[in-house]
């Protein structure tokens, strides 16, 4: 997030011209009229600092409102600068909250922020929402409050119940999108998808994949029926086969599907059915649920995946063998996420079949390691980067990774922007030569210029971190865990990386000094993440005093002795501290 | 951790033997010491070769969980064999290397070792003879397959598992060692948020993947078992969604139950199915709980030497020597001392977990041990 977006006093760019400013050779309108083409944020920050009357015409064309920490600024600030807003993304919980790492009740509620905008912004049409609290009761708000609201964005919120989702199904006429992603609220029933009016029918986002509830087929079908403008169809396990074909014949314009669970017994009748009624999707381009397929059933998608670019078999554990069979019919595959039980063998088959692949993620299936399966190693990526040399998205997980195999997959595959490799077992060195992984990722930084996002795994020392900062110009994301040997390593990221922004740290030996060599850094960043490390109360409060911008979060662990700070949470505002911070979160 | 080695722990065996034997001679009765001696040293022969064939099946001791600490019974014979090598293995890592496992169990009660030494039975020294059993693989009986995931123990805790599980402790402090044995080592089990996936995809791993691959190790896990480890939802104490009903038939991946000890408070929770022996589960506590550090932890450094031979020594929980006991509830309600049944059967009718201190524990009619472990 740019800094400039919590600026909420003009005061900055008037202190940059005298009184003898001289008149914009434009009136207000024509300046406001080309400022309303630039959609970029990066841009109307940019040309928000021009002058002052370019900040005044940015801030009354801008229309699309994006905060990635909710924490950074208030709602009041918000609404004070930017009268005319008509879609909000909101960021909420530091990214670590995906893993457990943030107790309960951390915060980043969104009803504040709904109470403002049906003050301020009762024209809003969009709401895009990641890692937030959303309850009910803001559902009912949003419902109500918002006649022209369209789209509804809930990717890994908690805190809702069938009974907001209801709310938003009964009185958001115009409805277009709702789609939620990644949920993990245990809640819901699925009597909300029959509360959308009978002519109710302008949907065309619709995604509820993660939630565990049964909708009721009927109303399902009538509705899949009455929305001809209908792209994007992620229905959850609870809708079989057969089901599935039915909605199929109703929506073949598709461009996104998500089925439901692929397990049935089909007469041969209905395999072929399923067959042809995948075939007349003729604009597949993303194809994601096959929860439970086998090799029995999996071919009667391959009639839809001509234009497949985005495959997402991260819910259904495959063999290489079946997976290569699908493979060939996914020729134009841009995207792949999936398990890593097609193992190395699979990944070759990637190789060979989709060469023009850009993103690849490898999940684990056995995280813990409690089977012993092989899963994937360093030479399914290799394999994967021969093929595809035009990668630029790697997400992998293994338990076994050689520097020499990274040294080549880069080699192959230069523009990586984002390298996420995660090798499993914490601090584990290069299993053939028993060094640190150092290497590996300094190839990764001095080949892969373009790189924006990096997660570094496997024994490290500081050395690795060295690397990082004299090399990885563009870094904008960096995750470390279990890694280092010294503040120095922290250190050397945070003098070097220009361009950081977020910066996530677990595990590792980096203490006071490193936190605080940083001081400056933290108010060009939108967070900085560090837990379970050496840092103490003292250096905490240290950099509270010297940086009254930053707000410095400690979260304290019960039983914990009053020295270690065990997690702490350092990021920008113009907000002050937070107003709604748990007893168990100490702002310093 | 490294599994003993063989030379040096068969020097001592012979040696500790030797010794024994020739400390059981009467001096005066000749004729009565030639078959004693004879037994002793052919005994010593076949447990050698016994050992040699357990070396076969050590996976499988491994898996049998806890390993062959009843070697604290041979001695508790007499006092002054505590030289007496016991090398309990080490279940953690590398369960598919033939390392030699010197479990000299020689007293043996019921098909599996136990982790703790029988309080009673090893008393009466000179009751040599129904101790000095050679053992063989019929000694394991369940020890049959190898690649039951019960030989790993590094299963976790899987706390990215259950997202809304969060009661304000998560996140504990615990710090995995930052740089652990290559291969599959326990390392990575206890630490929470790692690997780092998030909660929904954990949730979709466990309700959702069956690859006959996955369905292969759950059907061995069941036969080596001989029970039924897909453990009872009413264990199953986690936030799980209770609606899905489409759980598939699969290993759950955790089972948490909590942990009181005597004088604190707030409790734990902990991830049985993450352990496979009674010996992983103390050390987590201990290190849960900081019984090490405590007061009451009365071994000294000299003593654990002699224990162990220079190897890792027992946990404080399943020390009869220290402060702590470590007590279950079962399914009935009972208090019960943890260690005493195998493994697998604790793991069915453990309902929560106990430390208690010692002095309380007297009064409960346990005995404090009879001699170190």
């Given amino acids: 997030m740019d800094p400039d977006q919590s600026e909420d006093s003009p005061s900055n760019s008037a202190n940059s011209h005298g009184p003898t400013q001289p008149q914009s050779p434009f009136p207000d309108e024509v300046l406001e009229k080309v400022l309303s083409f630039i959609d970029s944020r990066k841009d109307r920050s940019s040309v928000s600092l021009v002058r002052k009357d370019w900040y005044n015409a940015e801030r009354w064309t801008r229309s699309k409102l994006f905060i990635g920490n909710c924490y950074s600024v208030s709602p009041e600030i918000v609404a004070r600068r930017f009268p005319r807003i008509k879609s909000v993304t909101l960021k909420g919980k530091p990214r670590f909250s995906d893993f457990n790492m943030l107790p309960r009740d951390w915060g980043a509620n969104v009803h504040s922020w709904l109470v403002m905008f049906a003050k301020v912004y009762p024209f809003l049409e969009e709401l895009r929402l990641k890692r937030m609290t959303v309850t009910d009761e803001s559902l009912e708000l949003l419902a109500k409050s918002f006649p022209r609201f369209k789209a509804l964005t809930l990717s890994s919120c908690d805190g809702f119940s069938d009974n907001g989702l209801k709310a938003i199904a009964s009185h958001c006429r115009n409805l277009t999108e709702l789609d939620i992603q990644d949920s993990v609220t245990d809640d819901v029933g699925g009597g909300w998808l029959s509360c959308f009016p009978e002519n109710f029918a302008s949907l065309e986002v619709l995604n509820f994949s993660s939630l565990n509830c049964e909708v009721s087929f009927d109303d399902l079908e009538r509705l899949v029926g009455r929305c001809k403008s209908l792209r994007v169809l992620k229905v959850n396990d609870s809708i079989t086969l057969d089901q599935l074909r039915r909605l199929l014949v109703h929506a073949p314009q598709l461009m996104e599907l998500g089925t439901g669970s692929f397990m049935q017994e089909l007469t041969p009748r209905q395999y072929e059915d399923i067959e042809s009624a995948f075939s007349n999707c003729r604009n597949l381009q993303v194809l994601s649920g096959l929860w439970e397929a086998t090799s029995l059933y999996l071919p009667v998608l391959y009639g839809a995946c001509a234009s497949l670019t985005f495959l997402n078999l991260s819910d259904v554990a495959l063999q290489s063998s079946e997976f290569a069979k699908l493979l060939v019919h996914c020729p134009n595959l841009r995207r792949l996420w999936v398990i890593d039980t097609v193992e190395d063998k699979g990944l070759e088959a990637l190789g060979s079949s989709c060469p023009l692949l850009e993103e690849l993620r490898v999940f684990p299936s056995d995280p813990y390691d409690r089977h012993h399966r092989d899963g994937v190693t360093e030479l399914g990526f290799l394999a994967v980067s021969r093929g595809c040399r035009k990668l630029r998205y790697v997400l992998y997980f293994c338990r076994r990774m050689t520097n020499a195999a990274v040294v080549t997959i880069v080699q192959n595959c230069p523009d990586f922007t984002h390298f996420r490799l995660c090798i499993m077992t914490p601090g584990q060195p290069d299993y053939l030569t028993n060094e640190p992984m150092d290497e590996a990722f300094a190839a990764v930084v001095k080949t892969c210029t373009k790189l924006k996002r990096l997660s570094v795994s496997g024994l490290l020392t500081d050395l690795t971190f060295e690397y990082i900062g004299k090399y990885a110009k563009n870094l904008e994301t960096l995750s470390v865990a279990f890694a280092g040997s010294s503040d120095w390593g922290m250190q050397c990221v945070l003098e070097g990386c220009p361009k950081l922004r977020k910066l996530e740290i677990r595990d590792c030996p980096f203490g006071n000094a490193a936190l605080l060599s940083g001081r400056e850094k933290y108010e060009m960043m939108r967070s900085l993440w560090m837990s379970s490390c050496n840092v103490t109360m003292k250096g905490c409060r240290l950099l509270a005093r010297e940086m009254p911008r930053l707000n410095v979060e400690v979260i304290k662990d019960e039983g914990n002795d009053d020295g270690q700070a065990d997690r702490v949470y350092v990021y920008r505002s113009v907000a002050g501290p937070r107003r709604d911070a748990p007893p168990f979160v100490l702002t310093l | ?373």
Avoid at chain 2, 19 to 42: E, G, H, M, N, Y
Avoid at chain 2, 75 to 101: F, H, I
Wanted: charged letters at 20%.
């Fill in chain 2, 1 to 373: 951790m490294a599994p003993p080695l063989i030379t040096t722990t068969t020097i001592s065996l012979l040696f500790s033997l030797h010794s024994f034997s020739s400390s059981l001679i009467p001096k005066t009765t000749p004729r009565i010491a030639q078959p004693l001696l004879r037994f002793s040293f052919l005994d010593f022969l076949g447990i050698f070769f016994s050992l040699k064939v357990e070396s076969l099946m050590r996976t499988a001791v491994v898996s049998g969980g806890g390993g062959l600490n009843s070697i604290g019974s041979m001695s508790t014979l007499s006092s002054e064999e505590k030289s007496m090598v016991m090398s309990s293995e080490d279940s953690s890592s590398y369960p598919d290397e033939p390392e030699l496992e010197l479990g000299l169990g020689l007293s043996l009660g019921g098909g599996k070792a136990k982790p703790r030494p029988p309080p009673a039975k090893a008393a009466a020294a000179g009751s040599w003879d129904q101790y000095a059993r050679i053992l063989t693989a019929k000694d394991f009986p369940s020890m049959v397959s190898t690649k039951a995931s019960s030989s790993s123990s590094s299963s976790s805790s899987s706390p990215a598992a259950k997202a809304n599980n969060n009661n304000g402790s998560c996140g504990t402090k615990r710090t995995a060692e930052p740089s652990s044995p290559p291969g599959r080592s326990a390392v990575s089990s206890q630490v929470v948020g790692w690997p780092p996936i998030r909660a929904y995809r954990m949730n979709s791993l466990v309700n959702h993947a069956k690859s006959p691959a996955m369905e292969e190790s759950a059907s061995a896990i069941d036969k080596s078992k001989g029970m039924n480890l897909v453990l009872d939802k009413t264990n199953y104490s986690s936030n799980r969604n209770h609606n899905v009903a489409k759980e598939r038939g699969l290993v759950k991946t955790s089972l948490f139950i909590k942990v009181n000890m005597d004088g604190i408070p707030i409790g734990r929770k902990v991830d049985l199915s993450a352990h496979s022996c009674y010996d992983s589960l103390a050390h987590t506590l201990d290190h849960m709980f900081k019984l090490s550090a405590a007061v009451g932890a009365t071994r000294s450094k000299a003593e654990e030497e002699v224990i162990m031979g220079g190897k890792r020594r027992p946990p404080i929980l399943l020390d009869s020597s220290s402060d702590f006991v470590l007590t279950y509830e079962d399914k009935e309600g009972d208090w019960m001392l943890v260690g005493d049944v195998p493994w697998e059967m604790f793991l069915s009718s453990v309902r929560r977990l106990r430390i208690r201190r010692t002095a309380e524990v007297n009064g409960l009619g346990l005995m404090k041990g009879t001699g170190d472990s």
